[in-house]
């Protein structure tokens, strides 16, 4: 158990509408991160939070958008559901130092959410 | 070509041999990552080295950092390492502190007894 959960660990839905992954990061950890991992395009990074404020952004689609709140979680959102979004979403999160040292970071995976758009 | 790249994509092995997994990367990193998932799709991180070699139980990463390669072996393989494993490089984009992982497309490995 990497200490990071997500919710909820299935979701099943159709095109068009709209989802809310959600991420609670370790105890400590001020650094959120999500992946979206498809079969045909592997892991990809989407974007990275930091204490609240988004810190670097990925191939993150326009019709996804994320935050991170006050308590360190973060909620990914997915809007306009198409058939090639569906995959399995990860979040992780690490600890940085003072500086924002991401690279000295190791980071801790969640279980993921497997989304399935019909 | 994908800024990181694994080989083999795929291995399968008798229980009991010692396996290798090579990453070759072309982006400027802070540090690799190896990591694990396992058919139910959890991740899980086994290292994170920026330098030398780091060893946990049967597992062992190296990295060279001047030829921008890693290996992850495994001595005694056992039907319980199949898996898939993923490298993936933490870069460091022209100095700025930046946690993003790039990753390779990652090793099916399949250990029979």
């Known amino acids: 158990d990497s200490g990071v959960t997500q919710t909820p660990k299935h979701l099943i839905t159709a095109t068009g509408q709209r989802v809310t992954l959600r991420c609670s990061p370790r105890s400590g950890d001020l650094s959120v991160y999500w992946y979206q991992q498809s079969l045909d395009q592997g892991l990809q990074f989407l974007i990275q939070?930091?204490?609240?404020?988004?810190?670097a952004k990925g191939n993150i689609l326009e019709r996804f958008s994320a935050q991170q709140f006050p308590d360190l979680h973060s909620e990914l959102n997915l809007s306009s559901l198409e058939l090639g979004d569906s995959a399995l979403y990860f979040c992780?999160?690490?600890?940085?130092?003072?500086?924002?040292?991401?690279?000295?970071?190791?980071?801790?995976f969640g279980p993921g959410t497997r989304l399935t758009v019909l | 070509k994908n800024e990181v790249e694994q080989s083999p994509q795929n291995l399968t092995a008798q229980e009991g041999e010692f396996i290798t997994i090579n990453c070759s990367y072309s982006?400027?990193?802070?540090?690799l990552h190896w990591l694990q998932q396992h058919p139910g799709g959890g991740i899980v991180s086994l290292f994170m080295l920026s330098s030398g070699k780091k060893k946990h139980g049967r597992l062992i990463a190296t990295i060279n950092i001047q030829e921008k390669h890693s290996s992850l072996h495994i001595t005694a393989s056992h039907p319980r390492d199949s898996a898939v494993y993923i490298c993936?490089?933490?870069?460091?984009?022209?100095?700025?502190?930046?946690?993003?992982?790039?990753f390779g497309q990652g090793t099916i490995l399949t250990v029979h007894p």
């Open positions: 939070y930091y204490n609240g404020e988004e810190r």
């Open positions: 982006v400027g990193i802070s540090a």
């Open positions: 993936a490089a933490l870069t460091n984009a022209g100095g700025t502190s930046y946690g993003k992982l790039t």
């Open positions: 992780a999160s690490s600890v940085a130092g003072t500086s924002g040292r991401f690279y000295q970071s190791e980071q801790f």
